[in-house]
């Protein structure tokens, strides 16, 4: 398969690029490195041994999306990665976040229609079930979201399936992730958040690193196992593998499907301290914050779903995950700029 990968370029942009190259497929990321590095595909066709094309544009700019279908195309399905992705800056500048995440997947879709390519895979999230606290997370569960962000992805599964519905030639999988989080095994990619991470992994990762103090706790007071909130992290190479599946499934079958990719066990944040300290030899001090406005107690998937209907499988442990953020981090300590001005 040729596949263009729209946000190519980003933390699981980049590690599905690379799973695919593996796969014998052929890839193209249009990105317009608003959030990543061009280093990060330079490495995966270093890894590989296969080029990873990357071209910068913008995906809401239908002259850069054109561009693609003509230059590089044809393809046979697109992934769409590309959007803005935090949660507390979507509650500050909702219009943008709005403007980005929706206009790209409409300026994407109407090319890809021009040019007669028809598969469509869908970064969504499992933000989509809003406050449910229905757990294992099923994908029939009715949904709704709590942010700006979240209602971007839940508005782009509402077109893509409209759409889907519209043309009987349409294939769209939409994938709801739980948490990514990891790196590839080599340390050469990996996340790399600018300024102060949000999420707990790369938070913890530079708390490792001496580039912060201590870990902030959001809560001990959920009830859960030991009081903090409980999350379904998956390693972003299993996602990845996601991914393909998800692409051999879109080209065989036509409609929609709405797949979780997780690995359907919850981990605490304090069971996921003490296996990064485990993993790798080191102590995270932290201090118990009180609870972040807008978490939940517990998420963590149903995914017998992707099983079933996509054949995968999670497979790597939160060992193998703690295990390989650190060795990204520790290889990269200012990710992919490698310097401390970033
Ligand atoms: P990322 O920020 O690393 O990757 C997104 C990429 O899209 C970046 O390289 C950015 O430069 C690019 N981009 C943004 N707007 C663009 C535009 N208009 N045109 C072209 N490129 C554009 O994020 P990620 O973690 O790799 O996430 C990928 C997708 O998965 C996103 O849609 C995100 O919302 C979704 N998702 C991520 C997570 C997570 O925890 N990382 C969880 C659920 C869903
Ligand atoms: C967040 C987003 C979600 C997004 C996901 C991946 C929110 C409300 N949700 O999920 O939409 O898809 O990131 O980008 O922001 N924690 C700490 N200290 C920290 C950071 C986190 O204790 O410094 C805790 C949180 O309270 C939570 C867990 O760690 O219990 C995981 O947090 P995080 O990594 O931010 O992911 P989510 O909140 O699950």
């Given at each position: 398969?040729?596949?263009?990968?729209?946000?190519?370029?980003?933390f699981?942009?980049?590690?599905?690029?690379?799973?695919?190259?593996?796969?014998?497929?052929?890839?193209?990321?249009?990105?317009?490195?608003?959030?990543?590095s061009?280093?990060?595909?330079?490495?995966?066709?270093?890894?590989?041994?296969?080029?990873?094309?990357?071209?910068?544009?913008?995906?809401?700019?239908?002259?850069?999306?054109?561009?693609?279908?003509?230059?590089?195309?044809?393809?046979?399905?697109?992934?769409?990665?590309?959007?803005?992705?935090?949660?507390?800056?979507?509650?500050?500048?909702?219009?943008?976040?709005?403007?980005?995440?929706?206009?790209?997947?409409?300026?994407?879709?109407?090319?890809?229609?021009?040019?007669?390519?028809?598969?469509?895979?869908?970064?969504?999230?499992?933000?989509?079930?809003?406050?449910?606290?229905?757990?294992?997370?099923?994908?029939?569960?009715?949904?709704?979201?709590?942010?700006?962000?979240?209602?971007?992805?839940?508005?782009?599964?509402?077109?893509?399936?409209?759409?889907?519905?519209?043309?009987?030639?349409?294939?769209?999988?939409?994938?709801?992730?739980?948490?990514?989080i990891g790196a590839?095994?080599s340390g050469r990619i990996g996340e790399d958040p600018s300024g102060i991470p949000n999420n707990l992994m790369p938070y913890v990762c530079q708390v490792a690193s001496g580039k912060l103090q201590k870990l902030h706790v959001f809560?001990?007071?959920?009830?859960?196992?030991?009081?903090t909130?409980?999350?379904?992290y998956?390693?972003?190479?299993?996602?990845?593998?996601?991914?393909?599946?998800?692409?051999?499934?879109?080209?065989?079958?036509?409609?929609?499907?709405?797949?979780?990719?997780?690995?359907?066990?919850?981990?605490?944040v304090m069971q996921l301290v003490h296996a990064f300290e485990e993993a790798n030899g080191i102590e995270i001090p932290y201090v118990v914050d009180?609870?972040?406005?807008?978490?939940?107690?517990?998420?963590?998937?149903?995914?017998?779903?992707?099983?079933?209907?996509?054949?995968?499988?999670?497979?790597?442990?939160l060992t193998?995950m703690c295990r390989d953020a650190w060795n990204w981090q520790k290889q990269n300590p200012f990710g992919y700029h490698g310097d401390e001005n970033k």
């Amino acid at each position: 398969m040729r596949v263009l990968l729209t946000g190519g370029a980003g933390f699981i942009g980049s590690h599905t690029a690379l799973c695919l190259l593996e796969a014998g497929h052929e890839i193209v990321a249009l990105d317009n490195l608003n959030n990543s590095s061009p280093e990060a595909l330079k490495r995966v066709s270093e890894l590989t041994g296969k080029q990873a094309t990357l071209v910068v544009g913008d995906c809401t700019v239908e002259a850069d999306v054109e561009k693609v279908f003509t230059e590089y195309g044809p393809f046979d399905a697109v992934v769409h990665f590309a959007g803005h992705k935090a949660v507390g800056e979507s509650v500050s500048i909702p219009l943008e976040y709005y403007r980005n995440n929706l206009n790209s997947t409409l300026v994407l879709c109407n090319v890809m229609k021009k040019h007669g390519c028809l598969n469509l895979v869908f970064s969504s999230s499992a933000t989509v079930y809003g406050t449910n606290t229905q757990v294992p997370l099923h994908e029939d569960l009715p949904t709704g979201c709590t942010n700006p962000y979240g209602w971007t992805k839940w508005m782009n599964e509402q077109i893509l399936t409209d759409w889907s519905h519209a043309e009987k030639d349409v294939s769209v999988v939409l994938l709801r992730y739980f948490n990514p989080i990891g790196a590839h095994q080599s340390g050469r990619i990996g996340e790399d958040p600018s300024g102060i991470p949000n999420n707990l992994m790369p938070y913890v990762c530079q708390v490792a690193s001496g580039k912060l103090q201590k870990l902030h706790v959001f809560g001990n007071d959920y009830d859960t196992v030991d009081g903090t909130g409980v999350r379904d992290y998956i390693h972003v190479c299993d996602l990845a593998n996601g991914h393909l599946k998800a692409l051999e499934y879109a080209v065989e079958h036509k409609g929609v499907e709405v797949v979780n990719l997780g690995t359907g066990e919850g981990y605490s944040v304090m069971q996921l301290v003490h296996a990064f300290e485990e993993a790798n030899g080191i102590e995270i001090p932290y201090v118990v914050d009180p609870r972040r406005p807008g978490d939940i107690a517990i998420c963590y998937a149903d995914p017998k779903k992707a099983n079933e209907k996509l054949k995968w499988q999670a497979t790597r442990t939160l060992t193998d995950m703690c295990r390989d953020a650190w060795n990204w981090q520790k290889q990269n300590p200012f990710g992919y700029h490698g310097d401390e001005n970033k």
